[in-house]
């Protein structure tokens, strides 16, 4: 399907003129995957017992954001956010897919993207690194694609170079998700004809020959140095967006990053995904355009518990680091996948020089879905009505440290439950941690929901009364950031209120000023409840 644009009479009443200036930087965004709030020493001080150099020289000379969020404590839902400034729970459903990295588009080819609105604004657009939201591949039987019958000597059918990214290079999806091959635009690198698997859950599926899970990182540096060395060359200036695909497991830190750590292969892991993140930023120096760049890094999500010293997976083996003086999470309760702070809340930094003043602390609230706004702002792209429907600018944040809060309210999810973030308040829609699984942060959300209705005596007969103490949670972060203490009983006016907020901006399709928009699916404050809540 061809991408429907704007006639070129209207979309260039739509662009601000195409050279580069001091006031249109470049803007590159490093993203890990599962980096905790606590690995880097500037978020986690103490607590951490990593060396971070270069994310922390990053707050330095930049501003760091204390109160930064991800919409969804799990991978593919906070990127689709990310990616376009649209709450993932209001996409519809998926394309079909296979497993892992097989997966079907997440949403329409059609769909507006952060790569859309810069190339609008005349910008150069590049992707590198972990994609994970879907591409169609050409298949041998035109079926759904898998590991069977995906056609790998012929080009994708959709890749990212189809979500408005011109230059492309990247893994369709995590480090230890199956094809291990990289994707350049729609052609597959190398040879894709034989096995492989990686240490923590031990994957085997469709693999490049050549490929090495501990080569990924300097292969994904080595593509970034490429683009900006290509674009420095250029009067457009350029978005380039850097997906690593650490720490994320398997832990497979390059060999010169083993035994380097304090506290083992995922600290091992961190370092190296941290001498990623200065790799990108010295490309910048050596190509002479770090004083033209805002270069933003941050996390997709929390860290995942089951990451440690072992590199097989193993539940909670985080509480061994914490032992050690490591605690990935910061001072924050949960992991990934859950609605507690430790899995939505992120680190985050950014650098800009002379816009963004050094040195600075910033504790306004912020969702990495508000980049799309705030670098439609930078980039002089002017959005329409439906566009980035969930994203608020946070450039003035930005410029100044001390200005108020653009962003008073969020809706966030872990895996099984939602979450609406009013000031410092915290509205857990389910008990427990919203998180369930073998790798479930605990009190796991079935065990939760069985002592819910215990201790109400009674199953619920319907939503309603499940808005109230024990099907739900609320938290002051300011005065318990650890989320020990619910709330929610000698709060009723205020849980009422925030249900009532939460209820709006699902029935509006937007958490922006405009027109009514259609959600993709049907929204419920509590979603998903389990059947056997209703049962009697």
Known sequence: MIRSFLPLFLLSAWLIPLSHSADRPNIVFILADDLGYGDIEAFGGDDCNVDTPHFDGLCRDGMKFTDAHVTDSVCVPSRTSIMTGKYALRFGEKEKGGPWGFIGLQFPESQFTVADMFRRAGYATGYVGKWHLGTRMTTTDGKTQGPENTDFTRPLKIGVSDFGFEDTFFLPGSLDMFPYAFVRNREWQGSVTTQKGWSAFNRVGPAAEDFVDHEVLSTFCNEADRFIAKQ???????????????????????????????????????????????????????????????????????????????????????????????????????????????????????KWPGEVPAGTENDSLIGLHDLFATWAEISGAKLSASEAPDSISFLKQLRDPDAAPARESMVIRGTRGNVYRKGKWKLLLCPGSGSAGRFATLPDSDQAWRAAIKSFGRNPKDHTELEQAPFLQLFDLDADPGETTNLASGNKELVAEMIADLRGVFAKGRSTPGPKLENGRELKVFQPVPGFVWSK
């Open 232 to 350: 420095a060359e250029s009067e457009k200036p350029f978005f380039l967006f850097v997906a690593l695909t650490a720490p994320h497991t398997p832990t497979s830190p390059e060999p010169e990053f083993q035994g380097k750590s304090r506290i083992g292969p995922y600290g091992d892991f961190v370092m190296n995904t941290d001498a990623c993140i200065g790799r990108v930023v010295e490309s910048l120096d050596e190509a002479g355009i770090s004083d033209d760049t805002l270069v933003m890094v941050s996390s997709d999500h929390g860290p995942g518990h089951y990451s440690g010293a072992r590199l097989e997976a193993t539940a909670f083996q985080m509480k061994e680091m914490e032992k050690d003086g490591h605690r990935a999470n910061g001072p924050w309760r949960g992991y990934k996948f859950s609605a507690f702070e430790g899995g939505n809340r992120v680190p985050f930094a950014a």
